[in-house]
């Protein structure tokens, strides 16, 4: 064999399987396969200037590349089992909670120290949503913020590739069962290991589904997550993210019954758009540093989307709705909440007017030429419920950016290991379908890295 252990994908859940291994077993010989770039050739070309949009590079370095997609994010890290993944179903919720505080642990060591832990333990807001038809989850949230994110990132690369062989810009292509391991097949070469870990993400999601049909292993998926981005002037969740930072926050709707939730709260931050597949959808992030940040909170508002049967192809339908706005709007679009409410599109003019400044380029059109009416519907009830608790929510120039997709991976069958049918080959992280989260895929890490570890010796 020519590695003990390979992984496929450098994202968290590969980075920390990549960390533990090393600390449990320093002489193993192990091999990362990552096919987007180096951490520090990792640039988006979108400077607002010259490049305003998406131009679909080859390799997405919001994305891929060492870090994954979490390299550019806000760096949140949320220590809960509420949401961010269902890790808990297989390892049990003390584990799972237990695996959390260990990566935050390592990330202080490695950069993170300093920054703030936040905790809506014994907050004031509960009630006050209780009291709005509004839940706030349970969380504890570590925000390293995304520069302080990529320091960490940085230090772990310097830490990890004394010790571990990386080879970057290399897809995997295919993995084929041999006797006593794998054999990772890459484009211009093929390696053998005795254990693979996959941890390929939300980006290798299709690939990830292919390899499933090919070695047979059971999926399923039927989730999908559609809403907007929301941007307003920081003071009018300030209240809230000064305590909370973020706060995770779920409605349901009168007219449907249908979930609506916050998701990914970024004060003082930016919207950015993000390629998955060539589709282009909206996402956002903060800096931890003052001087990066802006006038504005951004958060997504999104609608959970479960399909029964015979329908399976929830992602398809996601990324349809998304196609629809990158027609319309040649990537995302921008409506104020006062032209959505009045059923007329947002002109350049009525956003250059507005009181709130876009932090991103998007096309200004109507959300509801692209938006099925009933998650369009969801989220305008989920705006005035929120605007109770937040007063101006609701305000004519709040902004709202489309479509934020959360996809869903189809779930791979793993054991409690997170082992496939396939003896040594886990699959692990986003690309599981288990985790949607840094800390999440990144304990799912950990726990593998761990379980190898003792099946070793
Ligand atoms: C803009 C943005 C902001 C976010 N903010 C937050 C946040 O604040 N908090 C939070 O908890 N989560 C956040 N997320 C989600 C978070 O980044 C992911 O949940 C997390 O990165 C998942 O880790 P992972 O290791 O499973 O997968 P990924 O981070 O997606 O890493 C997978 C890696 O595998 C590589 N890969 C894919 N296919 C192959 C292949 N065939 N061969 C080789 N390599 C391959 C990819 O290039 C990628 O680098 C954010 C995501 C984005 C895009």
């Not at 449990?24 to 010259?50: T, W, Y």
């Not at 920081?234 to 709707?253: G, N, P, Q």
């Not at 040649?330 to 059923?343: A, E």
Request: proline fraction near 3%.
């Amino acid at each position: 064999m020519n590695y003990d252990v390979i992984i496929i994908g450098a994202g968290p859940g590969g980075i920390f399987s990549a960390y533990e291994l090393t600390r449990k077993n320093p002489e193993l010989k192990i091999a990362v396969f990552e096919s987007g770039h180096a951490l520090q050739k990792r640039r988006c070309p979108i400077d607002g200037q010259k490049v305003k949009s998406c131009i679909s590079c080859k390799s997405c370095s919001i994305m891929s590349g060492f870090g994954g997609a979490g390299a550019f994010s806000d760096g949140k890290y949320n220590i809960t089992n509420d949401f961010g993944g269902t890790l808990y179903e297989y390892i049990g919720k003390q584990k799972a909670l237990e695996l959390m505080h260990y990566v935050d642990e390592i990330n202080l060591r490695f950069g993170g120290e300093g920054t703030k832990l936040y905790s809506t333990a014994g907050t004031k807001f509960k009630k006050i949503c209780m009291q709005n038809a509004l839940h706030l989850l349970d969380a504890s949230v570590r925000h390293l913020g995304t520069d302080i994110n990529y320091v960490v990132l940085e230090n772990l690369y310097g830490y990890l590739r004394e010790k571990v062989e990386f080879f970057f810009d290399t897809p995997v292509d295919s993995i084929a069962v041999i006797d006593g391991g794998y054999q990772v097949v890459c484009r211009n070469a093929s390696y053998t290991c005795r254990k693979c870990i996959v941890s390929v993400g939300r980006s290798g999601s299709k690939w990830m589904e292919d390899v499933c049909k090919q070695l047979n292993i059971p999926t399923k998926s039927n989730r999908v997550d559609i809403g907007v981005r929301v941007e307003l002037p920081a003071e009018v969740f300030s209240h809230l993210t000064d305590e909370l930072y973020e706060s995770k926050i779920v409605y349901r709707t009168q007219k449907y019954g249908d979930r609506v939730r916050t998701f990914c709260m970024n004060p003082k931050g930016s919207v950015v758009s993000e390629n998955t597949n060539g589709i282009i959808t909206v996402n956002g992030h903060s800096y931890e540093d003052p001087a990066k940040q802006t006038q504005n909170t951004n958060f997504a508002l999104l609608v959970s989307k479960h399909f029964s049967e015979p329908f399976k192809d929830s992602t398809g339908y996601a990324e349809s709705i998304a196609r629809l706005s990158n027609m319309l709007g040649g990537g995302v679009i921008v409506q104020r909440f006062g032209d959505l409410i009045r059923g007329q599109r947002s002109t350049p003019k009525r956003i250059e007017e507005s009181f709130t400044t876009p932090t991103m380029s998007a096309t200004p059109g109507d959300l509801s030429l692209v938006l099925p009416k009933r998650l369009l519907d969801g989220i305008i009830e989920m705006i005035y419920a929120l605007d109770k608790i937040a007063p101006g929510t609701a305000n004519d120039d709040t902004l709202l950016y489309g479509v934020e997709v959360k996809f869903y991976n189809m779930e791979v069958e793993v054991d409690e290991t997170l082992q496939s049918r396939y003896d040594g080959l886990y699959i692990i992280g986003d690309g599981s379908g288990i985790t949607h989260s840094l800390s999440h895929a990144s304990a799912s890490g950990v726990h593998v890295a761990r379980s190898i570890s003792e099946s070793l010796t």
